[in-house]
């Protein structure tokens, strides 16, 4: 069964510091990678997500992941954040060969000082 | 349109006693999803229904009950609850199967067991 890690379980910054989550994942197989995002009070929505092609994938809200695939990675950055920011992100990968098993990672929280 | 909605928002039960947490979605989606998030641990699926008719277990499946009313409704059921239970809940629908789809969440149900 595959798994996910996100090293950062809080991450405190403040408005335009650069952000950079971790995201790795164990699976032997071909993966699909997701980053959804929780705002305060709201549900989960999707940022952005890899399936094939261009390993650098863009987002909504300027956010954007690399896909390492030697790494087994899939990390979030931001150039400049926002306290608009401030939520909590959650990695998520599929095997391509088992669609509705999407397997999340503990989720990151990040506060963004004004 | 309303997307997926969950009903209640938030309940306290006491151990023993049994509840169902109601899930609609009007996207005309094919697949959906039972997930529970708890701090630290991500969101673990609990009960999944790739289309009507059918229902699946996921990950920790145990002590839950699924129904897939319709096309539109898919129902969970705590036949005794449990304080491990106490959890906030999640539904998700999406069109299809294919692993790189989107899933498309609900707004949360709180459940605290004492």
């Known amino acids: 069964a595959q798994s996910v890690s996100q090293h950062n379980h809080h991450v405190i910054l403040s408005e335009a510091a650069s952000l950079e989550l971790g995201c790795n994942y164990s699976?032997?197989?071909?993966?699909?990678l997701f980053w959804y995002v929780q705002y305060p009070g709201q549900h989960l929505q999707l940022l952005l997500k890899y399936f094939s092609g261009d390993p650098l994938v863009k987002g909504i809200k300027g956010f954007e992941a690399e896909f390492i695939k030697s790494k087994f990675s899939f990390n979030l950055r931001k150039p400049s954040v926002q306290w608009s920011d401030t939520a909590e992100y959650f990695c998520?990968?599929?095997?391509?060969?088992?669609?509705?098993?999407?397997?999340f990672g503990g989720g990151t929280r990040v506060l963004v000082k004004p | 349109n309303a997307g997926v909605t969950q009903t209640p928002k938030f309940q306290v039960l006491k151990t023993g006693q049994s509840m169902t947490l109601q899930c609609a979605q009007d996207?005309?989606?094919?697949?959906m999803y039972w997930y529970r998030q708890d701090p630290g641990m991500g969101l673990r699926l609990i009960y999944y229904?790739?289309?009507?008719?059918?229902?699946d277990k996921g990950e920790v499946p145990n002590g839950y009950n699924v129904s897939r009313l319709n096309k539109r409704e898919f129902s969970l059921r705590l036949e005794s609850a449990a304080p491990s239970q106490t959890s906030v809940y999640f539904c998700?629908?999406?069109?299809?199967?294919?692993?790189?789809?989107?899933?498309?969440f609900g707004p949360g149900t709180r459940l605290l067991v004492l």
């Open positions: 699976y032997g197989g071909t993966v699909n």
């Open positions: 996207m005309n989606h094919n697949s």
């Open positions: 229904s790739a289309s009507e008719g059918t229902t």
């Open positions: 998700a629908s999406r069109s299809g199967t294919s692993s790189w789809e989107t899933q498309y």
């Open positions: 998520a990968v599929t095997p391509k060969a088992a669609g509705n098993k999407l397997t």
